[in-house]
């Protein structure tokens, strides 16, 4: 049995701001301003006579809810009510093709069959989340990984280095003379030169490889199933390729490399106190590569 729409609850869903629908069995009974706002309509007959059901507006994206999570014929608005644990959030695209995330809030009407169901639009907040999710693990200047995500990755690679018996090896890189760069032309410049830089090695590196700043103008890389030789020519292209590189805009650099492998009796920290060692030398000469075994 379907609820009688009555004036007013009309005025006060309209006095709600966010988007607020009457559904009856997945059919539309009454909309809000704000609704019909959103999706660009005068009146609930114009937006049927685009769309049939609201859900089908549902995208199925980042694991929220669609029309598609449903088993058998259950009507989307019953299978909310009935399965609290699912997400209540929905994705929606708008004409402009601006993705819009709402939580819905569902309220059913006593010993009806009818819902009312705001939509809470939660985009922002989700944005704000994934951001903080992404900055955790990753460098805010240059956007590859940071130290903490190295470690965490670093020490699952050690754990499958020893099950599976391959080779691993590290590539420690620093920027040759990197204060000058900051005293002679600022460090807007050097931050740009950080950022060019981390551009330039990550084209250079396989899907596999993990590359990280490690602090100031030091970055490591680990790459997996390479032994030091292999290692040792990843690092010298590196080199090269940075001291080709002419940016207009920035100061010429190179760099120095050390390099190691991680043998059977290794630790991470023996390892990492051996790669500095091999960046040490290499710092001696400058623009140069070292490896230690």
Known sequence: MKYKIDDKILSVINVIPNPVIVVS???L???NSAFLEFFGFQSLEEFKKTHACIDKLFAK???YFSPSDIVGNEYWTDYLFSHPEVSRIVSMIKDDNEVINFELILKKIENYSDYIIVF???TTHIAEKKEYQYFAYHDHLTKIYNRQKFDELFLRAFEDKKRYKDNLSILLID???FKMVNDNYGHI????????LAGLISKSLRINDIFARWGGEEFIILLPRTDIEAAYTKAQE????IEAHVD???PLITVSIGVTEMNKADTIKGCLQRVDKALYLAKEKRNDVVKII
């Open 248 to 250: 207009k805009e920035l």
């Open 120 to 122: 809470n639009d939660i």
């Open 61 to 63: 994206d980042n694991g």
């Open 29 to 31: 009974q009454s909309v």
């Open 189 to 196: 410049i050097g931050d740009l030169t950080l950022v060019a």
């Open 238 to 241: 590196i080199r090269a390729i």
């Open 25 to 27: 069995n997945d059919e």
């Open 175 to 177: 920027i040759d003379h």
